[in-house]
């Protein structure tokens, strides 16, 4: 298997602020990483692939504007929420690309982060 | 549009008994099949992952894949109150993100 953290695990802001969400591959280096975001009892929903040391590419729909992501060297990537509001509440949760050889990788998910913006 | 099929259930079992998840996608380019287990308010948690046709044993776990029908399976033997979760099922061509099936909850009761 493979480690990926996040951190922090939940956190609550106030309504316009900015929150830093960091996803580290602790155990292989990932030049690819996704963010996820899931609401209660609903799917996963891709927002962005996260590549080392170019831009995130970002699914329709999703404000790239609004939604930061910086992946600065091959164990981590981060998302910023940036003014986030009440309806930005949900569970972010990132992947980890680990390759397994040739053109085959699996992904490796963190154990999420939990916001919620009053 | 590629897409990822499953029954979103909820698949009801006894105790013991032997739990079948069922998967089906779209795209024939498909070249990786995974399968993950979501507990109510955790993040997935790779349970396997099958590359060519056939069976792949792991444990409890069977991953079937048949590729002429664009199929995949997990069987689960010996099902557990703990095994109660959504399952999800995940494809992918080389390069590509994952793309996930809404998921099939199941449930075992003891």
């Known amino acids: 298997g493979a480690v990926v953290s996040q951190h922090p695990s939940r956190v609550i802001c106030k309504s316009g602020t900015s929150v830093k969400i960091e996803c580290r591959s602790l155990d292989f280096q990932a030049t690819t990483m996704f963010w996820y975001r899931q609401f209660p009892k609903q799917s996963l929903m891709l927002m962005a692939t996260s590549n080392e040391g170019s831009k995130a590419t970002y699914e329709q729909g999703v404000e790239k504007d609004k939604f930061l992501i910086n992946h600065a060297s091959l164990t981590l990537s981060t998302l910023t929420v940036t003014s986030a509001h009440p309806e930005d509440s949900s569970f972010y949760i990132c992947?980890?690309?680990?390759?397994?050889?040739?053109?085959?990788?699996?992904?490796?998910f963190g154990p999420g982060t939990r916001l919620l913006v009053l | 549009q590629k897409e990822v099929e499953q029954n979103s259930g909820p698949l009801s079992v006894p105790e013991g008994a032997i739990a079948s998840l069922n998967c089906t996608y779209s795209d024939r380019g498909s070249q990786s099949f995974f399968w993950y287990r979501q507990y109510s308010g955790k993040s997935p948690e790779l349970i396997m992952f099958?590359?060519?046709?056939g069976d792949k044993e792991d444990g409890r776990f069977t991953a079937q894949l048949n590729k002429a029908s664009q199929y995949v399976s997990l069987l689960i033997r010996d099902s557990q109150p703990s095994d109660s979760a959504t399952y999800l099922c995940?494809?992918?061509?080389?390069?590509?993100?994952?793309?996930f099936g809404k998921g099939t909850t199941l449930s075992v009761s003891s």
């Open positions: 992947s980890a690309r680990k390759t397994s050889g040739g053109t085959r990788w699996t992904q490796y």
């Open positions: 995940a494809v992918n061509q080389a390069g590509t993100a994952l793309i």
């Open positions: 099958i590359y060519s046709n």
